[in-house]
């Protein structure tokens, strides 16, 4: 079984930064992580993705050039760092491990079936 504990999230203006954390703690770790976010009343949304080397990362459209996914597997943590934040950013982020060592391509890891443990989740709200 993994743990994946999310931490980081705060209120930031509009055009400021921020750093989310992903650690795991558990059995077999690294996996290909995740991280999906949940605006009020909308649905889940992929934002991006590591594989389990580091070697390969995913973006959602509306996020990428902004956010990028980093892992320190000394650490046992994946991280989020989001730049040149907007009002539409705002929302619960999650992550989430994949445990099948699979490396897949964007439409296999923005899909939430495709990962096995997930986080509680992050609130991140951004000011405008």
Same mark, same amino acid.
């Given at each position: 079984?993994?743990?994946?504990?999310?931490?980081?999230?705060?209120?930031?203006?509009?055009?400021?930064?921020?750093?989310?954390?992903?650690?795991?703690?558990?059995? #077999?770790?690294?996996?290909?992580?995740?991280?999906?976010?949940?605006?009020?009343?909308?649905?889940?949304?992929?934002v991006?993705?590591?594989?389990?080397?580091?070697?390969?990362?995913?973006?959602?459209?509306?996020?990428?050039?902004?956010?990028?996914?980093?892992? !320190? $597997?000394?650490?046992?943590?994946?991280?989020?760092?989001?730049? #040149?934040?907007?009002?539409?950013?705002?929302?619960?982020?999650s992550?989430?491990? $994949?445990?099948?060592?699979?490396?897949?391509?964007?439409d296999?890891?923005?899909?939430?079936?495709?990962? !096995?443990?997930?986080?509680?989740?992050?609130?991140?709200?951004?000011? #405008?």
């Amino acid at each position: 079984q993994v743990q994946l504990v999310e931490s980081g999230g705060g209120l930031v203006e509009a055009g400021g930064s921020l750093k989310l954390s992903c650690e795991a703690s558990g059995r #077999s770790y690294p996996y290909s992580t995740g991280w999906f976010r949940q605006a009020p009343g909308k649905g889940r949304e992929f934002v991006g993705a590591i594989s389990s080397s580091g070697n390969t990362k995913y973006y959602a459209e509306s996020v990428k050039a902004r956010f990028t996914i980093s892992r !320190d $597997d000394a650490k046992n943590t994946v991280y989020l760092e989001m730049n #040149s934040l907007k009002s539409e950013d705002t929302a619960v982020y999650s992550c989430a491990a $994949d445990k099948s060592r699979l490396v897949g391509d964007i439409d296999y890891y923005s899909r939430p079936a495709s990962y !096995d443990y997930w986080g509680q989740g992050t609130q991140v709200t951004v000011s #405008s």
